[in-house]
């Protein structure tokens, strides 16, 4: 099983600060099967990007996945007031399929 | 547009089953598998198991092994997943997604409380 490690638990920004988000693999993950989830209290996650770096439909420029391997990283540009949410990374490449812990990004 | 409406939540008893449901529009149904995720309350996200909408083939989670039943009808565009022998830790929000890979999109979520 892989396992995900998010780091950090938490991170407290300002309005208009970039924010990274960091997703550890412990072990390779294929041909970049990684995905990134937004989950805002009281509702289902939505999907922001997958295969590491292409985001879904909707979804604006401000976010921006990369990485390889096992250190794949969420990048929110400019963070306006409706990012404030929880993020989880995933795997989809093998059975089982597993989430990180999730990060909170938070209002300073 | 592509939509998973779920069931209502559900209170049970330990040791009861749940079955829900998820139905979905939108696309033409038998071309993705179905997921089903769960978060505890105040947790993260576990992955449950998937089932194939053109086979009926299944992949289930250990966490739930034994006790999971997956199925789709495809005539309704419907998902189901039961979940038998209920303990007190199966209590959470139950997703039914898409499943292309990724997940995209997600149901509004099932609460199934699991209390005596």
């Known amino acids: 099983e892989i396992v995900l490690t998010q780091s950090p638990g938490t991170l407290s920004l300002s309005p208009g600060e970039r924010a990274t988000l960091s997703c550890r693999a412990s072990?390779?993950?294929?041909?970049?099967?990684l995905a990134w989830y937004q989950q805002k209290p009281g509702q289902a996650p939505r999907l922001l990007i997958h295969s590491a770096s292409r985001r879904a439909t909707g979804i604006p420029d401000n976010f921006s996945g990369s990485g390889s391997g096992t250190d794949f990283t969420l990048t929110i540009n400019r963070l306006e007031p409706e990012d404030f949410a929880v993020y989880y990374c995933q795997h989809y490449g093998s059975s089982p399929l597993t989430f990180g812990g999730g990060t909170k990004v938070e209002i300073k | 547009q592509v939509q998973m409406v779920q069931s209502e939540g559900e209170v049970k008893r330990p040791g009861a089953s749940v079955k829900v449901s998820c139905k979905a529009s939108?696309?033409?149904?038998?071309?993705?598998?179905i997921s089903w995720v769960r978060q505890a309350p105040g947790q993260g996200l576990e992955w449950v198991g998937w089932?194939?909408?053109?086979?009926?083939?299944?992949n289930y989670a250990q966490l739930v092994q034994g006790r999971v039943t997956m199925t789709t009808d495809t005539s309704t565009r419907t998902a189901y997943m039961e979940l038998r022998s209920l303990r007190s830790d199966d209590t959470g929000v139950y997703y039914c997604?898409?499943?292309?890979?990724?997940?995209?999109?997600w149901g509004q979520g099932t609460l199934v409380t699991v209390s005596s």
């Open positions: 939108g696309y033409t149904f038998s071309t993705y598998g």
């Open positions: 089932v194939s909408t053109s086979n009926g083939n299944t």
């Open positions: 072990q390779t993950i294929t041909s970049n099967y």
């Open positions: 997604v898409r499943d292309g890979g990724w997940f995209d999109p």
